[in-house]
């Protein structure tokens, strides 16, 4: 098995500067500057062309690339364009941890809240409870943060005023409620699901039917066989959320005034802030490797079946 | 649904939107919405003569400072370097942490600052500044004349990187040579003595202490810059407040200076929340003391029984102006009478009042109201359906068939471009029988088209003023040689007005000559002026006391006081 978990890793790095290159290539050729943007409608040309000079920009390509990979090889990943003097490290690290905690906080709501449902659809599957559930789910889902946000707000914010509109205190601070809540609704549909077809496909498996005539109570079974067997491919799906889980949510962000990694991201992108965003795309990209593998780790201790 | 998605989102832009750009401006970009920019740096006259000397502020009377802590929202700014300030979010706070040689007082007047006056010599090209005795760095340290000698040869080292040096000191003796990098040291500013700075510019151009004003020019501490990259974290300044805690995305605080020159701030604190929120609601739970009002706002907030009525203040807008600009080379708005036509066609009173909510006012000039040179009499070209038909007929493609085809572009992402756009072309094509094509582009793709002048019609931009002088609108946006001149428009009598203009002494004739070229350039329809920005209206806690809205940056805090029963 170490031998798997290093043969995985040795790709990372490849993986990285495949990825560095393809956006390399798009932000050096395509359209939009970063100077011309700092400068915006009043730029001077001759400012212009000065700045990119100092800046470094009208070297050739290759240069700049084994420059740049240089730099990251080294832990660093260059200066904001945009705000001016602070390191992208400085920049984003802070903001992905924050969004990191955040939609930690949004998935065990998912998880707390999904997993069961999808449990307790399958196990009322015929009856009127089991499309209750999911219609209910998958309607509530379908808001997006965008409609929830300022209804939670409205409601708990303003009629009950039990929190503050917005500001970011941390993990355990009451703020995180309402935007992990408004969050996580729309993850929610899809965890109820896959749950509910999973553990349905459990439910009808000999060894389930063996554990009933055997006597076994049904909280056991549930337990003891249901539960774990169903969850893994609800694990699979979680894995793509862990890995997601420093990517931002712009919206949730703006309204609730959390200083996550999206806004950033989004903005870096129109203002061609290039050293950012090939920073949150390396640390992305490299968050969504390891995630991965972490996921086919595990599923070696939940299913004795799989062996690498 | 779509209007209660709207309704959300539009509040929500908008209100961060106006907050961050309210009471401030000096970028001219707008991002293709029709919201109000934010007030723009103050206008004075131009071809100021020099100042008495300041009296000096009594003691007693600032010492009584009331304390206190005005909380608002933010964003992040770029930079708090005064010399690599380009934009207003930065500009905001840079005016309240730094300060210069001069500064605009809250009624836009040229006013001393670190100089306590000056002297113009030299037919008008040798400015004499006597600074003023007891200005102090943050840190207690004095400030001499070759400090600020260090801060103009800084601004103007290539090294820097300043994006605005070479606006704002390139008329200055031996300047471009430095940013060049052919010198190392800029003729044109010596130090006399240790109070006297002797300035020497090109030619005698009235609007360079307007200039002087802007971020660019202000003083910065040597040790403190030279400490290294991350100096702008613990800056050592002359101005009002000093930097006391910035966490990048969440806060700035901002804390009163004792050592400042010009009376003591009243305040203790100030405080910008950098994370974000919905502006509206956060003042509601009182957890800002000010936020601007956007357009959905509007009506629950003009309502007099409204509670939240009694803290509107209602401010003079910024100096910016809207417009559809013509590339002046691609048909058809190679011929006049097609621009005039197009132009004639938008019955902007209708639009500024039923869409915009009377949040603009249309514009038939390039100059906006309360600006330098501005002409309320300009006749312009008003909505005219009749003659618009007609001059496209007359024009040399006879009419909306032979017209090729027309495409504007705006900057957007997608989305829709406007209500108040989209009523303009249905207004030509009503009123001229043409259909226009729009195209939206995202902010830096236009902004790189826009610079190479690729457009053939171009909207969603605004101009707003950075120093209160006509030269900032009428010579940057129309001379011939100008690069910001994006539809290649070309008038050789316009470029000699401006010309003659750059150096008339005589204030009276100087705004005569940009008057003229204004009414030339509106004739030739170079542009279609849309409109200025309308009255401002902000929500401000009736405990804060002092603040006022100012139409251009400057700074302001100081003045400020709360006032709790």
């Given amino acids: 098995m170490t031998a798997y978990v290093v043969r995985r890793l040795l790709w990372l790095p490849v993986l990285l500067v495949i990825v560095i290159f393809i956006t390399f290539v798009l932000g050096t050729y395509g359209p939009g500057d970063p100077v011309e943007v700092r400068l915006g409608t009043k730029a001077n040309p001759e400012a212009v062309a000065r700045l990119r000079t100092q800046m470094g920009l009208d070297r050739p390509f290759v240069v700049q690339f084994a420059d740049y990979v240089g730099g990251v090889v080294r832990g660093d990943f260059g200066d904001s364009y945009r705000y001016q003097g602070r390191t992208v490290l400085e920049l984003i690290l802070p903001r992905m941890w924050v969004s990191a905690q955040l939609n930690l906080a949004a998935l065990l709501l998912v998880v707390a809240i999904g997993i069961p449902l999808g449990m307790a659809a399958a196990r009322f599957q015929g009856r009127w409870l089991d499309p209750a559930i999911v219609t209910g789910i998958v309607f509530i889902s379908s808001l997006p943060v965008l409609i929830t946000g300022p209804l939670f707000l409205l409601v708990f914010v303003v009629l009950l005023k039990l929190v503050p509109s917005a500001g970011w205190g941390g993990l355990f601070d009451t703020r995180i409620i ?38 076994l109570t049904p909280g056991i079974i549930s337990r003891r066989h249901v539960a774990r067997n169903a969850f893994l491919p609800v694990l699979t799906m979680l894995g793509f959320s862990v890995a997601g889980l420093i990517g931002g949510t712009i919206i949730g962000e703006t309204i609730f005034g959390i200083p996550g990694i999206g806004r950033l991201a989004f903005e870096s992108i129109f203002n061609r802030d290039y050293p950012v965003i090939m920073g949150i795309t390396i640390i992305g990209a490299a968050t969504f490797v390891l995630a991965n593998l972490l996921i086919d780790v595990a599923y070696t201790f939940l299913d004795p079946r799989i062996r690498y | 649904m779509k209007t209660s998605v709207r309704g959300w989102l539009l509040p929500v832009v908008l209100s961060v939107m106006v907050v961050a750009a309210g009471c401030l401006g000096g970028s001219s970009r707008s991002r293709g919405t029709s919201t109000p920019a934010g007030p723009t740096p103050g206008a004075t006259q131009p071809g100021a003569r020099p100042q008495a000397t300041a009296t000096p502020t009594p003691r007693a009377a600032s010492q009584r400072a009331s304390g206190g802590t005005f909380t608002r929202l933010w964003a992040d700014p770029p930079t708090l370097d005064p010399h690599l300030t380009s934009d207003t979010t930065s500009a905001g706070l840079v005016v309240e942490i730094f300060s210069g040689l001069v500064a605009l007082d809250t009624d836009l007047k040229i006013i001393p600052d670190i100089a306590e006056r000056w002297d113009v010599s030299g037919g008008g090209s040798v400015y004499t500044f006597r600074l003023r005795d007891g200005v102090k760095f943050q840190d207690g340290k004095a400030v001499k004349a070759a400090d600020i000698k260090y801060s103009f040869e800084r601004v103007l080292d290539p090294r820097t990187e300043s994006p605005v040096a070479d606006t704002y000191m390139n008329d200055i003796v031996g300047a471009q040579d430095k940013l060049k990098g052919l010198v190392r040291e800029v003729r044109g500013v010596r130090v006399v003595d240790e109070r006297t700075l002797e300035v020497t510019i090109d030619a005698p151009k009235p609007y360079f202490i307007a200039k002087l004003t802007y971020p660019t020019a202000y003083v910065v501490d040597r040790q403190n810059v030279e400490s290294g990259p991350g100096w702008t974290n613990k800056p050592n300044a002359t101005g009002p407040f000093k930097l006391a805690e910035w966490v990048p995305g969440q806060r700035l605080v901002l804390e009163r200076n004792q050592h400042f020159y010009r009376g003591v701030a009243k305040l203790e604190r100030v405080h910008f929340i950098l994370s974000g929120g919905v502006p509206m609601t956060m003042y509601e739970n009182n957890e800002i003391d000010f936020t601007g009002v956007g357009q959905a706002e509007l009506d629950r907030v003009l309502n007099p029984n409204d509670p939240l009525n009694k803290e509107l203040l209602r401010g003079d807008p910024s100096f910016d102006v809207s417009y559809i600009g013509f590339h002046v080379g691609k048909p058809p708005f190679d011929d006049k009478k097609v621009r005039q036509a197009f132009t004639l066609a938008i019955d902007k009173e209708t639009i500024a009042k039923e869409v915009l909510s009377s949040l603009v006012v249309p514009a038939y000039g390039v100059l906006p109201p309360g600006f330098p040179g501005h002409n309320p009499s300009i006749s312009g070209l008003r909505f005219d359906p009749v003659q618009a038909k007609k001059l496209l007929a007359e024009s040399k493609y006879g009419g909306p068939e032979k017209l090729p085809r027309i495409i504007m572009t705006v900057p957007g992402t997608g989305g829709t471009v406007g209500l108040d756009t989209e009523v303009i072309l249905e207004m030509w094509k009503q009123n001229l029988g043409v259909t226009v094509e729009v195209q939206q582009t995202e902010w830096a793709t236009y902004l790189q088209d826009l610079n190479r002048q690729r457009f053939q019609m171009f909207g969603g931009l605004g101009w707003n003023a950075d120093y209160p002088d006509p030269q900032d609108f009428m010579d940057i946006l129309f001379h011939s040689k100008s690069f910001n001149n994006h539809g290649a428009y070309k008038n050789l009598e316009v470029d000699r007005l401006l010309e003659l203009a750059r150096v008339e002494q005589d204030s009276d004739k100087r705004i005569k000559l940009y008057q003229d070229a204004e009414q030339t350039v509106v004739e030739d329809a170079a542009w279609i002026p849309l409109w200025y920005t309308g009255e401002r209206f902000v929500l401000i806690k009736s ?20 006032e709790r029963p």
């Fill in chain 1, 178 to 215: 309402i935007p992990a809540v408004a969050i996580a609704v729309p993850g929610l549909a899809l965890i109820v699901r896959v749950m509910r077809t999973s553990t349905l496909e459990v439910l009808s498996q000999d060894y389930v039917r063996t554990a009933y005539a055997k006597g």
């Fill in chain 2, 543 to 562: 405990y804060i006391k002092g603040y006022k809205l100012t139409r251009l940056i400057v700074p302001k805090l100081k003045d400020v006081s709360i």
